[in-house]
């Protein structure tokens, strides 16, 4: 299989770049077909491309739409947790109104260059957790 040579970094790079624009279309190219796209905020999560998609377009055209709702989407890092066997990974960190106001860390998943999975995490691991890099792709 051929496959792309996506990186996490990079992905995270262009999932942040699509919030700071609003536009979901940027995302498009580096979704798989079969991507899974879960909340903490959820009870259920959005499997498939079309579907998490759909969901990204209704959510950033909401916010478009939403003068008071500034998204500011930076690059980051997951800290482990203390005898975590886990390494650090980039994540994008999320907050509304103000570069200050976290309220959520976007975590990703690749498979064979494409992004498979993205979770959005406020309760564990918490946003304060996440290393800041003061990297805002536009």
């Known amino acids: 299989m051929d496959c792309q040579k996506l990186g996490q970094r990079e992905a995270a790079a262009i999932l942040a770049k699509a919030w ?24 259920t999560d959005m499997t498939g491309k079309n579907a998490v998609m759909a969901h990204l ?24 947790y203390p005898l975590s066997p886990g390494i650090p990974e980039p994540c994008v960190i999320l907050a509304h109104g103000d570069r200050n106001n976290v309220r959520a860390l976007a975590l990703l998943r690749l498979e064979c260059g494409k992004i498979n999975s993205i979770g959005i995490c406020s309760d564990a691991p918490h946003p304060s957790t996440a290393r800041r890099t003061g990297e805002y792709p536009h």
Do not use: C
């Open 20 to 43: 700071n624009n609003l536009d979901a279309s940027l995302l498009e190219p580096y979704i798989a077909d079969d991507i899974i796209f879960w909340s903490q905020q959820a009870l």
């Open 57 to 80: 377009n209704t959510e950033m055209e909401s916010l478009r739409k939403s003068s008071h709702d500034r998204v500011f989407a930076e690059l980051g890092e997951t800290k482990p």
